[in-house]
């Protein structure tokens, strides 16, 4: 399975991207009040990137052999994503108030990058460490 790495390691950083850019343009759909931020097609082309994404992760833990829970940057990385996730639900819930919105769609954006940041350093301290 490690011949796959390098592709496998492309696409889940292909569908990072894919992900972030859908979810910054359904976040800026919703507020700007544009009910296509909730259209099936972009919902469902979300659920089929980040299932792709989270396919790949799963699949790079196994050929690297490092897992959540027990290196400390992957913990991060669930936990924030966990985090991001709850988030954009309620970014792009139509329950939420559009105040409300604009936050969760901050904050969400905002741990997205963490993410990344973590990602790239494989250390919690993330943007820190790359930077400092």
Known sequence: MEIYYLAIRHVHIGCVVASGLLFALRGALALAGNPAARHWSLRGLSWTIDTTLLTAALLLTTIVHQYPFVQGWLTAKVLLLVAYVALGLRALGS???????AAYFTAALAVYALIIGIARAHDPLGWIRLLG
């Open 95 to 101: 329950d939420t108030p559009q105040r409300a919105r």
